[in-house]
């Protein structure tokens, strides 16, 4: 075999592997975009957890502390008879 059959061969051999490589990479990176998107919605979803959190929790802090004032009243009207 010579040196030119061996360069026919190599470059048939590229024209008929690089379309397939090509089509691979592009979707890599349409899959590498699309996980970025998910990523940055994920982070809006935990953005908005988290200020809802930071707003609910020291809201039922109060609310719990204000159920047991009135759970403390409500008895003790009942043990007074006021009922």
Do not use: W
């Not at 048939?12 to 975009?33: C, H, K, M, S, Y």
């Not at 919605?41 to 204000?66: E, H, W, Y």
């Amino acid at each position: 075999m010579d040196e030119s059959t061996v360069k026919q061969y190599k470059s048939d051999l590229t024209d008929e592997v690089e379309p397939a490589i090509n089509e691979l990479i592009e979707r890599a990176e349409q899959g590498l975009r699309h996980l970025y998107k998910k990523e940055s919605m994920l982070q809006a979803k935990v953005n908005v957890l988290d200020l809802i959190c930071s707003v609910v929790t020291p809201f039922k802090r109060f609310t719990k502390g204000r159920i047991r004032t009135i759970n403390t009243t409500t008895i003790y009207v009942r043990d007074n008879g006021f009922e």
